[in-house]
């Protein structure tokens, strides 16, 4: 029978349609037994695999009764301190059949030993375990700042997974490549295809220097790499860089590693859409960016993601309600199978277009993959702090554009007036807020926990823990065994921190301009020169970010704006204490502080912070910045704060304008 | 025009810095940053005197190179040495980072490598702009750095540059140190540029791999036997081996810096600040001027500035 080139045929020659990706959500919040029961429903509605969230202190490896864990218990994920909470979590869900990733980056051995704790304790086969360990330490130096220990360490813990995970739980994918957050964090598609595929490459050297493998067992090791990746709005580009990826990535394991498999050279990837470009203007609009943005990885049969989860059209708001993540799940389902997305075979085969961009993406991505090959690889870029520089650089020329009205966000710089989005309008204000009081559970699972455990097996499986990060020997055995004494998450990274040390990266603001020229900008200028005339000094601004949130995105922006406008700046990164900010606010003698936050604790923060500048008897106006949603306005001004910008205010002279009134205030009417 | 101090207050103020409290010294500090401090400047260090603080036995330490070399990061390092094993002695530390040629905002980064303890009263960190100064110093440092030995042991003076100008660091130190990166590939630079002869030790950092330090070791003293033919007899700084990463030479460093001693004649730094003061106000012309201060040491800076100001003035008229 004569075949057609828009059928799809399965090996034995019968016409075929594809199975549809794994449709997950990002998922977890409050507690261990809200999570549960949102898992369960959500598996119920459709969806063919988990995603776990997990809070920051988890992210972090603090147990929820740390000091620097308070404010964040619950909020961006679920918390879990002991295996107790991996039992609770995992109550009635059929593990061994479940496909489960896990967005754990630094503490992502701890939480797979407790997975392999919690499997041998219910008696399942342990081999038979699937899923995911997200695992890149590379782009939380980069973008998200959930690392704890120095490069060399972190590596040296990922190798341990990808030994024991070979021989023990072979199906298991110990790290996964994740350019998601470069993308988030500014990276143009050359930057996210080199970043990544550089980041494949380091760990695989350090796989191949570790020399525990045959040639064999390596090729199943490059068999395990999987990536995450972002999409963007410029569906077609993005669809043109999965293409690139997949050219790439078979050169490299081909040629660089010597892999004959054609199966393990495949590049397998999952995506989640992008959220940087949702806005909190018109949220309705953002419906249709995650459509579209879905189209750039399943259009193509070529280069189709294996998994997919969709952001909320309310995230920029806040935190989403089951409903909106409920919403973006359907429309997975409308996608796969209601329309006729699946029947044919690549769509873009052969297209001139889409190969001339595939070939231009790939050659500029190499340029730029021998340039940090050149410096001594991943690793070494890191260190130097070149990667995270060349993020914030084109994270400032993004925002730049968007201020010149020459990128244009709809809804936002452009048709700005329009009608209010009645999906707001619920009394619960269209976003979802964790119960303060919810803490409480984790906290009194976790206080149970430590009352009941035997004290001594603790301080065993600790002791062989940190024998075992001193000798260089696999520290997942060691791990799982912690598990199981109940050892606690802290606890577990507290050992490995006493070893290895903890980190401190570049901030990668330091020597960067923003290419902005504009009435405002001088406007500003001008107010910043009439404050140093009155007072004899520029006004100096101390950006903050507290707690455990690593999104420093927004942070780095305004310590480049406020030096663009002529302020003097004092950016110290990531995660910082309230009291940290301070001191530095007090002995600089600062004007301003400035705070970023992302993760929701803003009102505790606040407090916090007002509280250590009343220790010094500091009067230095605040102003905070993040993913704040108006009715917590109120509030932080009580507390103290004079100003409040959201993803609204994406115009960073307006920002800064606002700023240096608020400091100018302080000037005596007598000048 | 500026807000000054009432008498009453500047005395309450010092007296809380003195005690360690960091909000006062802050704001005396922001004061003697000002263009027009002048006036501040001679009753802040007149009730100083008063009040029995003259800063005589404090010493100040400059900390230059390249950027890159590693110089916060050691700081860092000592500074954790320092609180942990020096219990009845005081530090400050001054960062000068470049400013933006232009918005002459600036970025003041050196906080980031500094992990600092909260609360802890015998430690306080000052970041400075250069201010588009030439030289790595801001024209106000000298003054805070007086303020500094009042009420800290230590002073320690980071500048980021490595050239004629930058070394300026070493006028107001009296140990002054060059931070220099294994196999750098600039010590003949140096030696050319006659750099090599003004520091009093130098410092290897980023000594975290054995051969390479021990290489660079040697390239670095043997290109500083050359000094020898230039200051005939003198001896040959040392060099420190250093290692944030593996904590090698921190402590031989601190030791060296514990056991230095402040400049006998603080009037003869004076002269040179205040050399520097009139070549930037009054160029050349003014500094033909300068034969005048002569051997009379009894005079402050303030005085000095003063008396030149209205010795110049009057010849312009």
Not at chain 1, 118 to 136: F, H, I, P, Y
Not at chain 1, 448 to 460: I, T
Not at chain 2, 104 to 118: A, I, K, Y
């Amino acid at each position: 029978m004569e075949k057609k080139d828009h059928i799809l045929y399965d090996k034995t020659g019968n016409p075929s349609k594809e199975p549809a990706w794994i449709f997950r959500t990002y998922a977890g919040h409050t507690n261990a037994k809200e999570s549960n029961e949102l898992f369960r429903k959500n598996l119920a509605k459709g969806q063919t695999g988990l995603s776990i969230a997990f809070d920051l202190p988890t992210q972090c490896g603090y147990s929820s009764d740390h000091a620097i864990a308070k404010p964040e218990i619950g909020k961006v994920g679920v918390p879990i301190n002991t295996l107790e909470d991996f039992r609770i979590l995992f109550d009635q869900i059929p593990i061994e059949e479940m496909n489960t990733s896990m967005t754990i980056n630094g503490t992502s051995m701890w939480l797979l030993s407790l997975y392999v704790a919690l499997a041998e304790e219910r008696g399942e086969d342990v081999s038979k375990l699937q899923g995911t360990t997200q695992n890149d330490i590379i782009k939380e130096y980069l973008a998200r700042g959930t690392y704890i220990f120095p490069p060399e360490h972190s590596i040296r813990i990922i190798v341990d997974m990808y030994e024991y995970c070979l021989k023990r739980i072979p199906k298991w994918n110990p790290s996964n490549i994740c350019s998601y957050h470069l993308q988030e964090a500014g990276a143009t598609p050359v930057q996210e295809l080199a970043f990544a595929l550089a980041t494949g490459m380091a760990i695989l050297d350090a796989v191949k220097e570790r020399n525990c493998f045959t040639h064999e067992e390596f090729e199943q090791c490059v068999g395990r790499i999987s990536f995450f990746v972002n999409a963007g709005i410029r569906f077609i580009e993005e669809m043109c860089k999965m293409r690139a990826f997949s050219d790439m990535w078979e050169e490299i394991t081909k040629g660089i590693y010597q892999v004959k498999s054609e199966k393990f050279r495949r590049f397998r990837y999952g995506v989640q859409v992008n959220s940087l470009g949702l806005t909190e203007e018109q949220p309705e609009n953002n419906a249709w960016r995650i459509l579209i943005e879905a189209l750039g990885v399943t259009l193509s049969r070529d280069a189709r993601c294996r998994a997919l989860q969709l952001p909320a059209w309310n995230e920029a708001l806040s935190l989403p309600r089951p409903w909106d993540q409920q919403w973006s799940l359907r429309l997975q389902q409308v996608l796969a199978y209601e329309t006729d997305l699946l029947e044919y075979p690549d769509l873009f085969e052969g297209s001139r277009v889409v190969e001339s961009k595939v070939k231009d993406l790939v050659e500029n991505a190499n340029k730029e993959i021998q340039k940090i090959k050149e410096m001594g690889g991943a690793i070494k870029a890191i260190e130097n702090g070149y990667m995270k520089a060349q993020l914030v650089k084109s994270q400032a020329e993004r925002l730049a554009k968007i201020n010149n009205d020459e990128l244009i966000i709809v809804g936002k710089n452009k048709w700005k007036d329009g009608i209010p989005s009645p999906l707001t309008n619920d009394p619960d204000g269209g976003i979802f807020k964790v119960d303060p009081k919810s803490a409480e559970q984790t906290l009194k699972v976790l206080s149970d926990v430590k009352a009941r455990r035997d004290a001594k097996k603790v301080a065993e499986t600790l002791a062989r823990l940190e024998d075992d990060a001193k000798n260089g020997k696999n520290l997942m055995f060691a791990s799982v065994e912690c598990a199981k004494a109940l050892v606690t998450t802290g606890e577990w990274a507290d050992t490995l921190r006493k070893i290895f040390g903890e980190y401190r990266p570049s901030t990668g603001v330091e020597g960067q301009k923003l290419n902005l020229e504009s009435d405002k900008v001088s406007n500003v200028r001008t107010k910043v020169e009439k404050f140093q005339k009155a007072t004899g000094a520029r006004p100096k601004i101390v950006v903050g970010k507290p707690g455990l949130d690593g999104h420093s995105n927004g942070a780095e922006m305004i310590a480049v704006s406020a030096k663009h406008a002529g302020f003097d700046v004092i950016y110290s990164g990531i995660r910082l204490t309230p009291e940290e900010i301070v001191q530095s606010a007090v002995e600089e003698n600062a004007n301003v502080i400035g705070v970023s936050i992302l993760s929701g604790s803003h009102v505790e923060l606040a407090e916090q912070i007002f509280a250590e500048l009343k220790h010094y008897k500091a009067d230095i106006p605040v102003v905070f910045g993040g993913i704040i949603p108006q009715p917590d306005f109120e509030k932080l001004h009580s507390i103290g704060v004079k100003a409040i910008f959201t993803p609204k205010d994406y115009d960073l002279m307006d920002v800064m304008d606002r700023i240096i009134d608020i400091v100018s205030e302080k000037i005596p009417a007598s000048v | 025009m500026t807000v000054r101090f009432a008498e009453k207050e500047l005395k309450e103020l010092i007296q809380e810095a003195s005690q360690g409290e960091k909000y006062p010294l802050a704001k005396l500090i922001s004061e003697l940053e000002k263009p027009d401090s002048f006036e501040f400047r001679k009753v802040l260090f007149k009730e100083l005197e008063n009040s029995g603080f003259n800063g005589d036995k404090s010493v100040t330490i400059g900390f230059t190179g390249t950027p890159g070399a590693g110089k916060s990061s050691l700081l860092g390092e000592i500074s954790t040495n320092f609180l942990q094993n020096v219990p009845d002695k005081k530090m400050a530390v001054v960062a000068i980072d470049p400013s933006s040629h232009i918005s002459g905002g600036s970025l003041l980064g050196d906080r980031t490598r500094l992990s600092l303890p909260v609360r802890e009263k015998r430690i306080f960190f000052r970041s400075q702009p250069s201010q588009l100064e030439l030289g790595g110093l801001n024209p106000y440092t000298y003054h805070v750095i007086r303020l500094l030995r009042c009420f800290f042991d230590f002073i320690f003076v980071e500048t980021v540059g490595i050239g004629q100008n930058e070394i300026e660091v070493s006028k107001l130190a009296d140990l002054s140190f060059l931070v220099m990166v294994p196999l750098g590939g600039d010590q003949i630079q140096f030696m050319k540029s006659g750099i090599m002869e003004v520091p009093d030790a130098f410092i290897l950092n980023k000594c975290d791999e054995e051969n390479l330090a021990r290489a660079s070791y040697h390239t670095l003293s043997t290109t500083l036997e050359f000094l020898r033919d230039i200051v005939p007899g003198g001896s040959i700084p040392p060099i420190f081996l250093t290692s944030v990463k593996t904590k090698k030479g921190i402590q031989e460093l601190l030791d060296f810096v514990l056991k230095s001693k402040p400049h006998p004649k603080r009037s003869s730094e004076t002269k040179v600040q205040i050399e520097k003061w009139i070549k930037t106000e009054y160029g050349n012309f003014g500094l033909s001027f300068s034969e005048k201060l002569g051997n009379n040491t009894q005079k402050n800076y303030e005085e000095w500035e003063n008396f030149f100001n209205s010795e110049i003035r009057s010849k312009l008229k």
